[in-house]
């Protein structure tokens, strides 16, 4: 009987010992297979193991704010630029220039949202931090891989590098005269197909989202009709603009170039009240807004140039005869960097020149100008939430609408910025 109790227990023990260690291994492979099985889910972007279950659960939400000061070393406080920053010269001081927040979100597999409010904006003169909207648009995907789709609401208008890089990206301070002219806040309301190889697509991507300072996907190739009003303006007539743009990034070895060529053409009607006492103008207020505009971009590894010229036809405020006429324009810029990485930090300086000659069809009598402006500066980011931008701007306009004639302003300032990322 004693060895029978001792065997007996001898073959419990052998068993909960080789029950115990079962338990051990099945754990610990069910440990391993949960990194597979989550790269296998990105892989497949997780439609197969896991369904879209309601429209909240795939909201992102992201921004950025930009406080800033203009008038350091300030040597003439007429100098002025409404297009680019209100808080230039007398009456300007700290400013909030913009506070975005973004909501943004993939609810179906063929079906992406995006709105941006800003918070900063200025509706007239005196006014200052109104909500206004920027940006409300869905993008309606063709094929399974996205890469053609539509583009319906209010957006950024396909035209000029510039204009569709984000301020959030965007190295000095304010975009061009030149190109950003053609659309008032860069946005308008229409629809746009897009068309870009996933590869291309992801390329893209990775321009904005290593620091290159890209423009966001528009596609290898873009067409759309929009009102020709701009962003946030009534219709005033039924006609519609036509925009069309080729643009593609060549990976040349380590570096990266992108070559694009882009046009737009429509009538433009001018808003009654935006017009002076007195001008003259044609009596259905309808211009011919056409232009065409090429840009070269050098991604800075660690050099970049970003180079962009435009020419075309508008309306512009003629001041031998007091009125409006539709009038030849043409203008460009030429950006230069040099991105440094120093541990986690980035500083990239950087020179802008640009120059412009033409209307505003968007300010008081469509406005001329002549525009020669040089800017040197660098922006220093510690940390990927916060950026730093000192740019000294030495700027020689003429501008001239019907009240005010001939007025030439010549000066320098210092100019800061502090951005918050989030």
Known sequence: MGKNATLKRTVLSILIGLWGLGLFAQQDSTQKEKPMQRELSEQTGGEKKRPF????????????????????????????????DRSWGDGGGISIRRMRIILFGKIHERVFFYIQPDFASSPGSGLANFAQLRDAYVDIGVDRKN?????????????????????QNRLPLDRNDALNSAVSNERDLGVFFYWAPQKIRERFSMLVNEGLKGSG??????????????????????????????????QVKSQIIEASLQGYTGKYQIDRSRLSEGVKFKNDLLYTDQRIATS????????????EYNIGRGPQFNRHTDSIETKFLHGGYVTMSYMVKIKKQLLIPFGRAQFYTGGKK??????????????????????????????????????????TQENFQEGGLLRLQAQLNF
Request: aromatic share 18%; with cysteine; hydrophobic share 35%.
């Open 53 to 84: 279950k309601g429209w909240f659960e795939n909201i992102s939400i992201r921004g950025y704010m930009q406080v800033r000061y203009n008038r350091l070393l300030e040597t003439n406080p007429k100098l002025k630029c409404e297009q680019c």
């Open 147 to 167: 890469e053609f789709r539509f583009r319906i609401g209010q957006s950024k208008v396909p035209f000029g590098f510039e204009n569709m890089q984000s301020s």
């Open 217 to 250: 996907d528009y596609g290898v190739v873009g067409l759309g009709v929009y009102n020709g009003q701009t962003a946030n303006q009534p219709t005033l007539n039924k006609g519609v603009h036509i925009a069309a743009r080729v643009s593609y990034p060549f």
């Open 296 to 307: 070269f971009i050098l991604y800075p590894k660690p050099f970049g140039i970003l180079a």
């Open 362 to 403: 968007h300010e008081t009598d469509a406005r001329s100008y002549w525009v020669n402006e040089y800017e040197l500066g660098v922006e220093w980011q510690p940390i990927k939430y916060f950026e730093f931008v000192a740019m000294y701007t030495y700027s020689k306009r003429r501008f001239e609408d019907f009240k």
